[in-house]
């Protein structure tokens, strides 16, 4: 007959009930339970559409027709497109001449408002929205007549200095203009406040102290406004790169909604309407597919050289 000894007896700790073990397990599970939607969601709607990017790019692709493997004959085409070509200058240049103004407004915007002595300061950090939040149609309706050769507000005012009037929609620097300037215009409000919102973590007492030791306001603004924005600053000019380079819908508005024209030498026409040309009217969905992929590693390349730029600005000393 053999007897039976309890772990407590022999010195062993007692086993966890079967409820804790299994509580624990969901402590365990429950993380990542939550986060797997958005993981679902990104590989439905961003990750597998890339990968077939990438797939559709080796391909005489067409839509209704047959799909005839090419290697990398769309890419070998790119290169020697001078359309692509155009519109990747175009781009560049569109997005240098939008996101530097407005990042270096909203950095201003951002030291004005958060001063203390500014009254009715809700009212103005309010008022930073109504760009990102009005509709980019009607932005494009304003800036339109604002910057229209015969009638324009711009023209006007250049008129009663002596200067010629502008035909700003078929020039390239003056199209570049007028996007990047209804560019700056939506979105210098929402990096103002990002910036805002990060000057106001800095305790209020280290201002004070400053301004006691004899700082002025630019000093201030170099020696401790800048150093804490310093996370955000590069967080936006990442962000901004990759928006920048795939403006669409401002250049398409500017150019009554054809992406295949945009002016006699094609001077508004950025990748991304490059590709829906391609792609939408023309129907070459495997060479549409290059573009998407050149500009993705363009894009890449791009915020990557940013970000590694940004984060090795040390804060100004003296």
Known sequence: MTTSISPTKAGLPPAPPVDAARRGFTEII?????????????????????L??????????NPIG??????LDNFSGLLGDTRFWNAARNTVS??????????????????????????????FRMTMLV????SVAATAIVFAQMFDRDYGLLNWLLSLMGFEHIDFNQSVMGSHVLIAVMVTWRWFGYT?????????AVPRAIYEAA???????VRQFLHISLPALRPVIVFTIVTSTIGGLQIFTEPLLINRGTPNICGPIRQCQTLTLFLFEQGFTQFRFGYAAAIGVALFVMVVALAGLNYFLSTRIRPVKG
């Open 94 to 123: 569109i997005w240098l001449l939008s996101t530097v103004p407005q990042l270096l407004i909203a950095l201003v915007l951002a030291h004005m408002l958060n001063h203390v002595r500014l009254r009715l300061a809700v009212f």
């Open 52 to 61: 077939f990017t990438f797939y559709v790019a080796l391909f005489d692709w």
């Open 66 to 71: 047959e799909h005839v493997f090419v290697g």
């Open 30 to 50: 429950a993380p990542y339970a939550y986060i797997t939607p958005f993981f679902v969601i990104f590989a439905v709607f961003g990750l597998i559409p890339l």
């Open 211 to 217: 301004a006691v030791d004899g700082a002025g306001g």
């Open 131 to 134: 760009p990102y939040i009005t």
């Open 192 to 200: 103002a406040l990002l910036y805002l919102a990060s000057l106001q």
